[in-house]
C-alpha cells in the first residue's frame, strides 16, 4: 500500500529563513507527486506537483519541489520565507496513470515569525 | 465563481441525527472526491467516484452514503451521527489521470454534540 512521510511535524522559522520541508512515499511504481498548502481557515491548494520530467519542479509563491527516485523522496524548499506562508504543507502521492486516490502525509505545520 | 463549493460551511449537531453535505463543481471534471481531516490535520480519502460511479470506498463506516446525481455533484449524507464524526469534511475534483490535480471545496466543519 502506499504511503506518505512528512517528518517535520512543526517547523519554526523567522522571515527570510531557508525552508525545506521533507517528504517521503512507499511505492513501487510510477507516482505522481504534489504539495498542497492549506492557510488557516483556508481550503488546500496546490502549490506544485510533479508527474515526468526535469525532477526539480518550481510552484507558485517561489516554492520549489526535487524529485529524487532513488531516495523516494520529494523535497519542499523556499530560499527565504515570508510571514504569510504561515500554513499547513501536505506532501500527497498518487500511484500510475488513472489513480483515483490521492494518498497525504500528515502535514507540517510552519509559523514563520516577523 | 466558485470551483468546487460545499454546503454547509459550519454544521453543530446532536449524536444519532441524520445530516447531508452538498458538493457541487463546475470544472468539468469527471472525478470527485471526499475527504475527512481529523483535528490533527490529517488528510483521509473516504470516497471518490468517476462519471457517477463509486471507485473507491476506503472502509468507511456505512452510516456514510455518499451519492453522486450527476458528475458535477457529489454529496454526502451521514446517519446516526457520532461523536468520532466530529471533523471537517473536504469535497475535491479532478480531471480523470493520476497527474491531474484536484481542486478542493472550502471543507464543512461537522460538529456533534
Known amino acids: 500500500a502506499q504511503s506518505v512521510s512528512q517528518h517535520n511535524h512543526h517547523v519554526i522559522l523567522s522571515e527570510a529563513a531557508s525552508l525545506e520541508l521533507g517528504c517521503n512515499y512507499s511505492y513501487g511504481g510510477t507516482v505522481n507527486l504534489f504539495w498542497y498548502v492549506q492557510y488557516p481557515g483556508q481550503h488546500l491548494q496546490l502549490l506544485l506537483k510533479?508527474?515526468?520530467?526535469?525532477?526539480l519542479v518550481k510552484g507558485i509563491k517561489g516554492f520549489e519541489a526535487e524529485f529524487i527516485k532513488s531516495k523516494f523522496s520529494f523535497n519542499l524548499r523556499k530560499p527565504s520565507v515570508q510571514w504569510s506562508d504561515t500554513a499547513e504543507y501536505f506532501c500527497a502521492v498518487n500511484a500510475g496513470d488513472s489513480s483515483y486516490k490521492l494518498i497525504f502525509g500528515s502535514g507540517t505545520r510552519l509559523l514563520v515569525r516577523p | 465563481d466558485t470551483a468546487v463549493s460545499q454546503t454547509p460551511k459550519y454544521l453543530v449537531t446532536q449524536m444519532g441525527n441524520d445530516k447531508s453535505i452538498k458538493c457541487e463543481q463546475n470544472l468539468g471534471h469527471d472525478t470527485m472526491y471526499w475527504y475527512k481531516q481529523d483535528s490533527k490535520k490529517f488528510l483521509k480519502i473516504m470516497f471518490s467516484?468517476?462519471?457517477?460511479?463509486?471507485?473507491i470506498n476506503e472502509t468507511v463506516p456505512n452510516r456514510f452514503s455518499p451519492k453522486s446525481p450527476d458528475k458535477a455533484h457529489l454529496n454526502l449524507h451521514i446517519n446516526s451521527l457520532e461523536l468520532g464524526d466530529s471533523a471537517v469534511y473536504f469535497c475535491?475534483?479532478?480531471?480523470?489521470?493520476?497527474?491531474?490535480?484536484?481542486?478542493f471545496g472550502q471543507g464543512t466543519r461537522l460538529t456533534v454534540v
Open positions: 475535491a475534483s479532478s480531471h480523470v489521470g493520476g497527474n491531474s490535480e484536484a481542486f
Open positions: 510533479y508527474f515526468s520530467g526535469d525532477p
Open positions: 467516484y468517476n462519471n457517477k460511479e463509486l471507485i
